[in-house]
C-alpha cells in the first residue's frame, strides 16, 4: 500500500481561502500533513502527493507542475473529465487513499522544442492565428505528410481527447492509449482528417513563410508559449515524463463519459 503523508495543494487561485482551510483540515483529520503549492515556487521534492482543487485546467497545471508525482483531482469546475470526485466527496476519497482502495491511471506528457524554448502539455499543443489563415507544412518521422491552410492546428494526447479535441471533431480515446492525435481546425481543404500516429513519433510543424497572418501563437494546455512567425518550426515528442492520476474505480473513465457527456440523459420518449 502507498503511503501518503505529505501533501501538495495546488488550487486554483480564485478560490475562497475558507475552501483552502477546509481542504487542510480533511487533510489533518486523515494524519496527512497538508503544503500549499505556488505555481512561481519550487516544489519540494519530498511531497508524496498533489491534491489539485478547481476543474481541468488546475488538473493539468497541477500534473506539469511535479512531474511522475501522483495527482488526486477534486472537482471544483464545470466539466471535470480528470477529476475523481466532488467536494462533498473528500473524506471518502481520502479513506480509501489510505485503505489503498484506488487506481493510478498513467498518461503520455507531449514535449515540444520551440523557438522560445521547451513546453510540456498533458492535454494538446496548438499552433493558432488571430484572424487569418494559417499555412503549415507537417512532417512525421522526417517524411512530409501534407500542408495545412486553417485556423491552426492541434497536436495532442489520448487524454486531450476529450478536451480541445474532443471542440474539433477528433475521436474520443481511452487516455491510457500512448499515442498523438493530429487536428486541423477549420481546414480550408474538404480532403483534410483527423489523424492518430503512435506515441514515439516525431511531428514537426513549420509555418511556410507564404502565411500572411501577423499574429500565431503556440499554446501548451491552454497556456501561451509566445509568438511565432513564418519560417518558424516546431518539435513534438512524447516526453520521458508521465502524468500521473488518481481514480477511485478501474472504470473511472466510462463512469465520467456517462456523467460528464450526460450519455445516458432521456432525450424523448424512448
Same mark, same amino acid.
Given at each position: ?17 475558507? #475552501? ?39 488538473? =493539468?497545471?497541477? =500534473? ?6 501522483? #495527482?488526486?483531482?477534486? +472537482? ?8 475523481? %470526485? ?23 506528457? =507531449? ?23 494559417? +499555412? ?5 518521422? %522526417? ?39 493530429? $487536428?486541423?481546425? +477549420? ?8 489523424? #492518430? ?21 503556440? *499554446?501548451?494546455?491552454?497556456? $501561451? ?8 518550426? #516546431? =518539435?513534438?515528442?512524447? $516526453?520521458?515524463?508521465? *502524468? ?11 463512469? +465520467? ?14
Amino acid at each position: 500500500m502507498t503511503d501518503f503523508k505529505k501533501i501538495g495543494i495546488y488550487h486554483n487561485p480564485d478560490l475562497g481561502k475558507s #475552501v483552502l482551510e477546509g481542504i487542510s483540515n480533511s487533510l489533518k483529520n486523515h494524519q496527512m500533513e497538508p503544503v500549499i503549492l505556488k505555481p512561481s515556487s519550487e516544489v519540494q521534492e519530498n511531497i508524496d502527493l498533489i491534491l489539485t482543487v478547481g476543474g481541468d485546467g488546475t488538473v =493539468l497545471a497541477g =500534473l506539469i507542475h511535479l512531474p511522475n508525482c501522483p #495527482v488526486l483531482a477534486v +472537482n471544483y469546475g464545470t466539466v471535470g473529465f480528470l477529476t475523481t %470526485g466532488n467536494p462533498e466527496d473528500l473524506d471518502k476519497i481520502l479513506e480509501r487513499i489510505q485503505q489503498g482502495r484506488f487506481v493510478i491511471s498513467e498518461r503520455s506528457i =507531449l514535449e515540444c522544442l520551440h523557438p522560445q524554448g521547451t513546453a510540456y502539455a498533458v492535454n494538446e499543443l496548438v499552433i493558432k492565428g488571430a484572424t487569418r489563415l494559417v +499555412n503549415m507544412a507537417l512532417t512525421i518521422n %522526417g517524411h512530409p505528410i501534407r500542408k495545412i491552410r486553417g485556423d491552426g492546428f492541434i497536436v495532442g494526447t489520448a487524454t486531450g481527447s476529450t478536451g480541445y479535441l474532443l471542440a474539433a471533431g477528433s475521436p474520443i480515446v481511452m487516455p491510457e492509449l500512448r499515442c498523438m492525435i493530429l $487536428s486541423g481546425l +477549420n481546414e480550408y481543404d474538404f480532403r483534410a482528417r483527423h489523424l #492518430v500516429i503512435t506515441h514515439d513519433s516525431r511531428v514537426e510543424l513549420e509555418i511556410l513563410t507564404n502565411t500572411r497572418e501577423k499574429e500565431i501563437h503556440l *499554446a501548451a494546455d491552454g497556456q $501561451s508559449q509566445g509568438p511565432l512567425v513564418p519560417g518558424d518550426k #516546431v =518539435l513534438i515528442r512524447e $516526453s520521458e515524463r508521465r *502524468a500521473k492520476l488518481i481514480f477511485m474505480e478501474p472504470d473511472y473513465f466510462f463512469q +465520467n463519459l456517462s456523467s460528464r457527456l450526460s450519455w445516458f440523459q432521456r432525450t424523448g420518449g424512448a
